[in-house]
């Protein structure tokens, strides 16, 4: 007599192939709700049905403060670049892939889950990694290649040719200007009311502050965002090119010239906006042709007697002090009124350290992406000391010394004492005053040398630690588990460093 047989999707088994499968579908479940970092669930429509434990730590950085919130939701609204519903609408498994949202970079699969009629009703998010380990490495730096090509991709792309010419389009958004400190904070609201506006921006700040990125915020948010963005950097440019840089130069102006003419800065950025780096070191002559055309609408080709209109938005920027160089006659008292009718003053990294942890994170996962390299964790040391540094550079020179560790770096780990290696070669910042401890004075006889300056290395260290997670929590605005895995920390951890 034959053993009845049953049909499975392994060939034929014994009648029990079905429990056999069940059991084993369960088994593999429970082992990738507790093994995984993190598993999410979708019904048929997209929405999010269950997520299990380790999943729930994601979602303050996510946005939401409870399970409740999150689930019910679809899943393309609460969970950004998800692939669930085109898993769901093929009904093929992602097994690999790289996820980047608002809680950072996984390592994913997405499976479809079937009814017995063979119908997709829902689909299965596994988080395999939250930090993804060094034996994906080379998965990894596949990606960073294909991400850095994208990126040069669409350079490529906000260029547009016009009689010749390159027009860029705003390459950055207030979102690029990175920091919640209360002058940050105060800096964006001010730009983004001057963008609305049709005047003249001054954008005032000392060199790397971010000047140009906020330019380019302040075009991609007004009315002229779909026109062009043209810039000039004045202290780049020869004295002797400047002019026909800006008003252009007509047709067989001179020995050489082009014989179609060129149209200049202000005719290229007709509709857009024309910023002026540097304004400072426009030499005196060209101030006052400058200023003629800003208030005329119109200017005159080199070589030619001929006015042609245009409409620009001006925003200028300069690292120089304007007033002393009205005072000093150096810059026309005339055309300095004309640009500083929104003027914005773009503080110092040094006044704003608490946006440093921020800083350090997108600049690290941007130069680690261009260059393919090993994006680094950072311990709470590390951060401490970087936000101490008084940065004469700026947001420039904090680039630099990250992209020097990045590149010293082979373990995915940087502490402090290579910090304090690049910048101690750098030569260019020293920890803050107010962060040495300073020469130990002489102590007289019989006396006692100050506690503060003969406290324990380890009390030092964690006050150190203390200013990163308070640096770490202002630039998260209180979100501690934002804060902690910026830090690098277990939230335990940071609990215990909280000041």
């Known amino acids: 007599m034959k053993t009845a047989k049953t049909q499975s999707p392994v060939g034929y088994l014994p009648k029990d192939a079905q429990s056999i499968l069940n059991l084993a579908a369960k088994s593999l479940f429970d082992v990738f709700a507790n093994a995984s970092e993190g598993m999410l669930l979708v019904d048929r429509t997209g929405c999010v049905v269950w997520i299990n ?3 729930r730590r994601f979602l303050p950085a996510l946005g939401f403060a ?16 998800t692939q669930m519903e085109q898993v769901l609408q093929t009904g093929k498994p992602i097994l690999i892939d790289l996820l980047t949202n608002k809680a950072g970079t996984f390592v994913v699969s997405r499976f479809p889950l079937r009814d017995d009629a063979g119908q997709v009703i829902g689909a299965l998010g596994v988080v395999l990694f939250d930090q993804p380990q060094s034996n994906l490495q080379p998965f990894l730096s596949k990606f960073s290649l294909l ?45 983004r009311r001057a963008a609305q506006s049709s005047s003249p921006v001054l954008l005032l700040g000392e060199t790397g502050t971010g ?12 009315p002229r965002a779909q026109g062009p963005l043209i810039s000039v950097n004045i202290a780049a440019v020869p004295e002797t090119l400047l002019e026909a840089e800006f008003f252009g130069v007509a047709p067989g102006a001179y020995t050489g010239a082009d014989r179609k003419g060129r149209d200049g800065k202000f005719r290229l950025a007709d509709g857009g906006t024309l910023f002026l780096d540097e304004i400072g070191d426009m030499p005196l002559g060209l101030q006052a042709k400058l200023l003629r055309a800003l208030q005329e609408g119109e200017i005159e080709p ?53 946006d440093i942890p921020a800083l350090i994170e997108v600049l690290t996962e941007a130069l680690a992406l261009r260059s393919a390299l090993l994006q680094p964790e950072f311990s709470a040391q ?11 550079g700026n947001v420039r020179e904090l680039r630099n010394v990250i992209e020097q ?53 380890s009390q030092q260290v964690q006050e150190l630690e203390r200013q990163a997670v308070a640096a770490a929590l202002g630039s998260t605005q209180g979100n501690k588990v934002a804060a902690a895995k910026l830090l690098g920390l277990s939230r335990a951890k940071l609990y215990q460093r909280l000041p």
């Open 53 to 55: 434990d380790q999943y």
């Open 66 to 81: 409870s399970e409740q919130e999150f689930v019910g939701q679809p899943v393309s609204s609460v969970v950004q670049n």
């Open 405 to 457: 560790l990045l590149l010293r770096n082979d373990s995915g780990w940087l502490d402090v004492n290579e910090v304090e290696q690049v910048l101690r070669e750098s030569g260019l910042s020293q920890i803050a005053p107010a962060q040495s401890p300073g020469p130990t004075p002489p102590i007289a006889d019989g006396g006692q040398a100050p506690t503060r300056l003969l406290r324990p290395l």
């Open 302 to 354: 080199l070589g030619s007697n001929r006015l042609l209109p245009f409409d620009a938005r001006i925003i200028a920027a300069t690292s120089r002090d304007l007033v002393k160089l009205v005072q000093d006659g150096r810059f026309r008292e005339d055309l300095f009124y004309r640009l500083n009718v929104l003027p914005l003053r773009v503080p110092p990294l040094r006044d704003r350290a608490s």
């Open 147 to 191: 991400q850095r090509e994208l990126d040069e991709a669409r350079d490529a792309l906000a260029v547009q040719g016009r009689s010749g010419a390159g027009l860029r389009q705003a390459r950055h958004s207030f979102a690029s200007f990175i920091g919640n400190s209360a002058q940050v904070v105060d800096l964006k609201r001010q730009a």
């Open 382 to 392: 590390a951060i401490a000391l970087l936000s101490a540094q008084h940065w004469r």
């Open 211 to 222: 000047k140009e990125l906020l330019a380019h915020a302040i075009h991609a948010s007004s």
